[in-house]
Structures are given as C-alpha cells and as structure tokens.
C-alpha cells in the first residue's frame, strides 16, 4: 500500500512557476514509476509526466515539453514537478500516481495509487 500526498498548488500569474511536490508513504517507493496527470473542469485526467523508478528515465506529454520537468528523490521518498512558463491552459487538479515494477506509462489505467490532487490556476 502507497500513499501519495501532493503539495505545492495555488495561483501564479502567466509566466510564473510552481513546485509540486507528493510525498509518498513506505518503504518500498523506489519500486514504483511515478507520474504527474491533471485535470481540468470538464475534461479527461492527462497525462503531464512520468520517470522510470531510478529516475534515469524521463517522459512528457507534449503539450508541457519543454517547461515542466520531473525529478524524484528515492532517499526522501518524494517526486517533484518543475512548473515553468506556466500558461492558462495549465490550469487544473493535478494528481501524482505510483505504478508499481519501475515502468512508466502515459495510461491513466495503468497507475496503481493516486494521491488526491493539488489545485493550479494560472491566470492571464
């Protein structure tokens, strides 16, 4: 069992940054891929980001290519997500994921635990 915490949300003007942070319980954190989805009012969750259980490995969706940038430290069982040149479409819940065996996907379907969501708005 994981549990995954996000931090870090709020309001940002266009062009600002943010750090998400989701913090995750256990001891076994290093097992897991993880990922970064969002959602915004009235659409599908997305994928935004994904890295491999080392983190040697990194994955975006193209739409963040670019300006975010995902990073994870297995010693303090976190996961970050880099926010930069941040635009409205940004807008949305995000949500961390852990998939557990090391491999990263973009399915929604295939992640195992989700944490329950950080608001960001980025206003114009």
């Known amino acids: 069992q994981v549990q995954l915490v996000e931090s870090g949300g709020g309001l940002v003007q266009a062009g600002g940054s943010l750090r998400l942070s989701c913090a995750a319980s256990?001891?076994?954190?290093?097992?897991?891929?993880m990922g970064w989805f969002r959602q915004a009012s009235g659409k599908e969750r997305e994928f935004v980001a994904a890295?491999?259980?080392?983190?040697?490995?990194?994955y975006y969706a193209d739409s963040v290519k670019g300006r975010f940038t995902i990073s994870r430290d297995n010693a303090k069982n976190t996961v970050y997500l880099q926010m930069n040149s941040l635009k409205p479409e940004d807008t949305a819940v995000y949500y961390c994921?852990?998939?557990?065996?090391?491999?990263?996907?973009?399915?929604?379907?295939?992640?195992?635990?989700w944490g329950q969501g950080t608001q960001v708005t980025v206003s114009s």
């Open positions: 994921a852990a998939r557990y065996g090391g491999s990263s996907s973009y399915s929604v379907y295939e992640y195992d635990y």
């Open positions: 890295i491999t259980w080392s983190g040697s490995s990194t």
């Open positions: 256990g001891r076994t954190f290093s097992m897991y891929a």
